[in-house]
């Protein structure tokens, strides 16, 4: 008896991508059209103020939202791929895959190659690396993933170590964090770019030093916890997102050359140090004073004399 074939759906999180989202709405729409049977996408809008919504429908994409009360309300991407997802499981999908809406390049060739080396492996997530458009630099966090929908099952059940990890921004950390069993391709999407400047999030390295930073135990998670807060309060603009993490860093560079515990270690050092050197300092001023107390002696002896 042949097998079932596994039904797949691009989810696109779209915000504000009027400019871009144009132009890799039809490689998407190409791949589904080969198999429409198991095959579909979905627009997943977090907000957008622009044409966005209007360009996907237009283009016959079906269009769910972040936040279903509220269109305009921005949510960040994990919401938007959520709410997607959620789609996908009431279309009986077996699997979900993420591009985001500002690919340049994109065809149904490397769709292709993203679905079959899912289906084909034993995965539960394929991450897909793209490239930064300018630069060439390759994003190994790549947005471009496919994904079992029974793997983010705990995500739609409301765990909330996953709510966390996959808040605002964080849904290529928490994912790589929280599905272990995942595999980086990497060619899958040659000649591939990311239009946008990517959002560079901390490692969970990076979480931890926010952690230690805030004085909070259980510091990789807390640590996110309060960096996610902080950015939700900065604006959206590239150039303050990480104002609030500077500011818990004291001005430290967001990816410091040592760990928490090799800066705790250096600081123990330096305190060491600076006490040594004082110590030495009350040394010094002892016996200077003692020289004197010996001349002022010596001055009175000789008068006497």
Request: net charge positive.
């Amino acid at each position: 008896m042949a097998k079932k074939p596994k039904k797949l759906m691009v989810v696109l999180p779209a915000y504000n991508e009027a400019g871009y989202i144009d132009a890799v709405l039809p490689g998407v729409m190409s791949w589904v059209l080969e198999d429409p049977k198991t095959r579909s996408a979905v627009v997943a809008n977090d907000g957008s103020t622009d044409r966005t919504v209007e360009i996907a429908k237009e283009a016959g994409f079906p269009v769910v939202h972040s936040d279903p009360k509220n269109p305009r309300n921005n949510l960040g991407k994990s919401a938007a791929i959520k709410a997607g997802a959620a789609y996908a499981r009431e279309k009986g999908c077996y699997g979900i895959l993420t591009l985001d809406s500002d690919l340049k390049g994109l065809g149904k060739e490397h769709i292709n190659k993203l679905a079959n080396a899912f289906v084909e492996g034993e995965h539960d997530m394929v991450i897909a690396p793209t490239r930064e458009a300018g630069s060439g630099v390759v994003l190994n966090k790549s947005g471009q993933r496919a994904i079992r929908l029974e793997a983010l099952k705990p995500w739609f059940e409301g765990d909330k170590e996953w709510d966390l990890m996959l808040h605002g921004y964080g849904f290529e950390i928490g994912t790589n964090d929280r599905i272990p069993h995942r595999t980086t391709i990497g060619g899958l999407f040659d000649h591939v770019f990311e239009a946008h400047a990517p959002f560079r999030k901390p490692s969970a390295r990076q979480y931890a030093e926010v952690g230690h930073a805030a004085g909070v135990r259980d510091t990789r998670l807390r640590g996110q916890a309060e960096y996610e807060r902080r950015k939700r309060e900065e604006s959206h603009s590239s150039a303050e997102r990480f104002k609030g993490l500077y500011e818990i860093l004291e001005g430290r560079p967001l990816f410091p050359s040592e760990t928490p515990g090799e800066r705790i270690v250096k600081d123990r050092q330096r305190k060491l140090n600076e006490e040594l050197q004082a110590s030495a300092r009350r040394e010094e001023a002892n016996i200077a004073r003692l020289r004197k107390a010996l001349e002022r002696s010596q001055k009175k002896e000789s008068k006497r004399k």
